[in-house]
C-alpha cells in the first residue's frame, strides 16, 4: 500500500532552518510528484511547492522562493524540503503528499515550532 | 487570507443535504476543471473526496459530489451523516501553475 513517512516534529529559534523528510512506499517513486503543503493552527493549507522525483525539478510558491529547497533521494525513495531564515509565522504541521493537482495519498505530518 | 473564498461554517441535521462553496477567479476554478475536495479531521492529514471537479476516489461515499459553475466551486453532501463532521477545504491549480487553496468550512452536524 501507499504510505509516506514524514521525520518527527522540530523545534526551531528565528533564523534557523528546518528540513523535513518525507518517505515514499508502495509505488514507483519517481512516477508522482510530491508536493508541500503547510497549515498554521486554525488556518487552511497553504501550497508550498512540489518537487519532480524523476528529474529533480522543482517549483513554489514565490513568497517561499529564495527559503525553500527541496530535493530527492532516488536511492531511498525519499524527498526533503528545507525551510531557511525561520520566522514565528513559520509555525505550521507541514505535509508531504503525492501529486500536484491530485493528492491522492499524504504524509502524516510534521508539526514545526519556531520560538525562541 | 487564502486564495480561494469558503464559508466559515455549514451545519445540519442528520440525513439532510448541504452544499459547501468555494469562489476563485478567472486565473484558477474559471480556467481549469481542476478543483478538488478535501476533509480533514482534528488532528488528522486531509483526505481527498473530490477531484477533476465531479470525481469520486475509489472508498469515497457517493453521498459526496462535486459540481462547478464559473468561478464557483462547490461541494454537496448528501444524507449527511455525524462521521462527515470536519473541516473541508478546496483547492484549484491556478494560471501560475500553483495550487490554491480555501481557508476552510467547519461542517456540524446538529
Known sequence: QVQLEQSGAEVKKPGASVKVSCKTSGYRFTDYYIQWVRQAPGQGPEWMGWINPHSGGTNSAQRFQGRITMTRDTSISSVYMELSRLRSDDTAVYYCARGTIINDYWGQGTMVTVSS | ?110
Not at chain 2, 477567479?25 to 476543471?33: Q, R
Not at chain 2, 476533509?39 to 486531509?46: E, I, L, N, S, V
Not at chain 2, 469520486?56 to 459526496?64: D, H, I, K, L
Open chain 2, 1 to 110: 487570507q487564502s486564495a480561494l473564498t469558503q464559508p466559515a461554517s455549514v451545519s445540519g441535521s442528520p440525513g439532510q443535504s448541504i452544499t459547501i462553496s468555494c469562489t476563485g477567479t478567472s486565473s484558477d476554478i474559471a480556467d481549469y476543471d481542476y478543483v478538488s475536495w478535501y476533509q480533514q479531521h482534528p488532528g488528522k492529514a486531509p483526505r481527498l473526496m473530490i477531484y477533476e471537479v465531479t470525481n469520486r476516489p475509489s472508498g469515497v461515499s457517493t453521498r459526496f459530489s462535486g459540481s462547478k459553475s464559473g468561478n464557483t466551486a462547490s461541494l454537496t453532501i448528501s444524507g449527511l451523516q455525524a462521521e462527515d463532521e470536519a473541516d473541508y477545504y478546496c483547492s484549484s491549480f491556478t494560471s501560475s501553475s500553483t495550487l490554491a487553496f480555501g481557508g476552510g468550512t467547519k461542517v456540524t452536524v446538529l
